[in-house]
């Protein structure tokens, strides 16, 4: 299946500081990325939606300044959780797809980031 | 999206085939069913997907009921390493690229040794 990458496998950072996670389509171009965050023993859960050049639709309840996305490349889309707290620590995937065809519909998944605030 | 009902966990034997069922029973006519699953700390895995014909991967089987309420995904020979938490997703012909993947809960495979 098509490959997607993401860093850092995890990462620590001080409560008030800003992180960023990045996603890679290695081997398709991919026309639209989403982002999950999940708790521990819970379901992945949506946080937002970004078509390439295009900017992100956010989920109910996720504040969109605060877990800012860009999607500027067929291959790249970033997350940066601002101003993080130890709330925020989680473990947060990205996927992606191509959009093209029925297979290349299909959305494949990033290994995950795990973050903690301290 | 159609809703999925998946037992919550279930045991398996290694060696032995897991049998995974999923009941769609509100399923519409141009809706596929996906599976994928998720091995502990680690990304979702797309494992396999079909409309009404039975399909068959390199990792799995998917056995899809005529009247499409109901659906198996077949690991034939499990191994420890298929220990995880299987999704059944039912998605329309965009296969989720514009709507992104609603997950439940699914059903947490334990492949005994």
């Known amino acids: 299946g098509a490959v997607v990458s993401q860093h850092p496998s995890w990462v620590i950072c001080k409560s008030g500081t800003s992180v960023k996670i990045e996603c890679r389509s290695l081997d398709f171009q991919a026309t639209t990325m989403f982002w999950y965050r999940q708790f521990p023993k819970q379901s992945l859960m949506l946080m937002a939606t970004?078509?390439?050049?295009?900017?992100?639709?956010?989920e109910q309840g996720v504040e969109k300044d605060k877990f800012l996305i860009n999607h500027a490349s067929l291959t790249l889309s970033t997350l940066t959780v601002t101003s993080a707290h130890p709330e925020d620590s989680s473990f947060y995937i990205c996927?992606?797809?191509?959009?093209?065809?029925?297979?290349?519909?299909?959305?494949?998944f990033g290994e995950g980031s795990w973050l903690t605030v301290v | 999206d159609a809703k999925t009902t998946q037992p919550p966990s279930m045991d398996c034997a290694e060696g032995r085939a897991a049998n995974l069922p999923c009941n769609h029973s509100?399923?519409?006519?141009?809706?596929?069913v996906y599976w994928y699953r998720q091995i502990h700390s680690q990304g979702p895995q797309y494992i396999i997907h079909g409309l009404k014909n039975n399909e068959t991967n390199e990792m799995a089987s998917l056995i899809i009921t005529e009247d499409r309420k109901s659906s198996t995904l077949i690991l034939p020979h499990a191994t420890l390493r298929d220990t995880a938490v299987y999704y059944c997703i039912v998605l329309p012909y965009s296969g989720g690229g514009a709507d992104g993947l609603t997950f439940g809960k699914g059903t947490h495979l334990i492949i005994q040794p």
């Open positions: 996927s992606a797809t191509s959009g093209g065809g029925l297979s290349g519909n299909t959305i494949y």
């Open positions: 970004s078509n390439e050049g295009s900017k992100a639709t956010y």
């Open positions: 509100t399923i519409s006519g141009n809706e596929y």
